[in-house]
T-cell receptor
Framework: KNEVEQSPQNLTAQEGEFITINCSYS?????LHWLQQHPGGGIVSLFM???GKKKHGRLIATINIQEKHSSLHITASHPRDSAVYIC???????????FGKGTLLTVNP | GAGVSQSPSNKVTEKGKDVELRCDPI?????LYWYRQSLGQGLEFLIY????????KSGLPSDRFSAERTGGSVSTLTIQRTQQEDSAVYLC?????????????FGPGTRLTVT
């Protein structure tokens, strides 16, 4: 079993829909990252969080430390949101990231 | 300031040849990380530098892989006697390592193809 599990693996939505991507992890962590990777593009860090909730524009990330679960939400999705979204956790050692396999999001116009 | 840069962006090499991949971290970032993204494998950790020291090399897949960092800045990942299974995107990231600001900033990656 992977230390970091994401669901779904693939997600197709229509423009304007509310999107949720889930991440569960099995180890103790000091922080969780949500990353975005466009096809052929580099990786951009969207959020780093260790508790509660963060919001940036149409993106919202939440984490429940007790349940070892995080969600990434996209409100009013747009085709430019189409990308792979990757969840990564940082353990107590405070440096090494362990990654989920990613969720491929496709938003159709 | 500038972000993390990597060179080359693409590298095609023949099996058995050595390759060097370069990473220029964000100025002032003391921590530097190498990751690999293989097709169908997702991202995996290779090595971590704190300054010029590498306290964690646990992710290096074999002794053909080595990395160094000089002057607390530029890092080079070297793969000797490349094999086809080394084909992947090699990503570098850097971060501060003081306080709680461990957010990692990723470079664009080097796509390595071993033929």
């Amino acid at each position: 079993k992977n230390e970091v599990e994401q669901s779904p693996q693939n997600l197709t939505a229509q423009e304007g829909e509310f999107i949720t991507i889930n991440c569960s992890y099995s180890v103790g962590i000091s922080a969780l990252h949500w990353l975005q990777q466009h096809p052929g593009g580099g990786i951009v860090s969207l959020f780093m969080l260790s508790s509660g909730k963060k919001k940036h524009g149409r993106l919202i990330a939440t984490i429940n430390i007790q349940e070892k679960h995080s969600s990434l939400h996209i409100t009013a999705s747009h085709p430019r949101d189409s990308a792979v979204y990757i969840c990564a956790v940082r353990g107590g050692s405070n440096y090494k990231l362990t990654f989920g396999k990613g969720t491929l999001l496709t938003v159709n116009p | 300031g500038a972000g993390v840069s990597q060179s080359p962006s693409n590298k095609v090499t023949e099996k058995g040849k050595d390759v060097e991949l370069r990473c220029d971290p964000i100025s002032g970032h003391t921590a530097l990380y190498w990751y690999r993204q293989s097709l169908g494998q997702g991202l995996e950790f290779l090595i971590y530098f704190q300054g010029n020291s590498a306290p964690d090399k646990s992710g290096l897949p074999s002794d053909r892989f080595s990395a160094e960092r000089t002057g607390g800045s530029v890092s080079t990942l070297t793969i000797q006697r490349t094999q086809q299974e080394d084909s992947a995107v090699y990503l570098c990231a850097s971060s501060w390592s003081r306080g709680r600001s461990y957010e990692q900033y990723f470079g664009p990656g080097t796509r390595l193809t071993v033929t």
